[in-house]
Every structure is written in C-alpha cells, then in structure tokens.
C-alpha cells in the first residue's frame, strides 16, 4: 500500500504562487509514475500534471502549461508541484496520484493510489 500526504495548499491572490507537495509512504514509489489532478466544485476531477518515474517524461493540462511545474525527489520520495502565474480557475481541490508503472497517465483511471487532497483558492 501506498500513503500519500499532499501539503502546501491555501489562499492566495490571482498572479501569486504556491508549491505543493506530495508526501509518499508505505512505499518506495521511485518506479511509480505520479500525478496531480485537480477538482472544482460541481466539476469533472482533471489531470493537471503528471511525471514519469525517472523524470524523463511529463505531461500538462491545456489549462497550466507554461505556468505549472511537475517535479520529483525520489530521494524523499516526494512529488512536488510548482504553480505560478495562479488564476482564479485554477481553484479547487488538488489531488495527488501514484501509478503502478513508470510511465505517465493522462486519466484518472491510470492511476491507483489516491491522496486526500489540498484545497487551493485563488481570488481576483
């Protein structure tokens, strides 16, 4: 079993940044592809983020290219997500993710273990 521990999240004002952070035990999950997704009230859980177990492949959600950053310490066995440039769509619940092979998913589906999630408000 894998146990994961998002931190990080809060309130902040459209432009600021914030970093969370994916704590994993249980396991090594240094083999595991990991992800972060998203979900708002009233909305579909999506993709945000994902990364490939060396680090070699990532992926992005149309919505935060260009302004998210997916990362890894599989020292720490810690998943981290950088989001700058933060809008007020970008609030919701941030959900970390752990697959069962190296390489990233795209679908909710893809991934089998589940954080609880952070909550992250973005107010105009």
């Known amino acids: 079993q894998v146990q994961l521990v998002e931190s990080g999240g809060g309130s902040v004002q459209a432009g600021d940044s914030l970093k969370l952070s994916c704590a994993a035990s249980g396991r090594t999950v240094s083999s595991y592809a990991m992800g972060w997704f998203r979900q708002a009230p009233g909305k579909e859980r999506e993709v945000v983020a994902s990364i490939s177990s060396n680090s070699g492949l990532t992926y992005y959600g149309d919505a935060v290219k260009g302004r998210f950053t997916i990362s890894r310490d599989n020292a720490k066995n810690t998943v981290y997500l950088q989001m700058n440039s933060l809008k007020p769509e970008d609030t919701a619940v941030y959900y970390c993710?752990?697959?069962?092979?190296?390489?990233?998913?795209?679908?909710?589906?893809?991934?089998?273990?589940w954080g609880q999630g952070t909550q992250v408000t973005v107010s105009s």
């Open positions: 993710a752990a697959r069962l092979v190296g390489v990233p998913g795209k679908s909710r589906a893809a991934y089998d273990y």
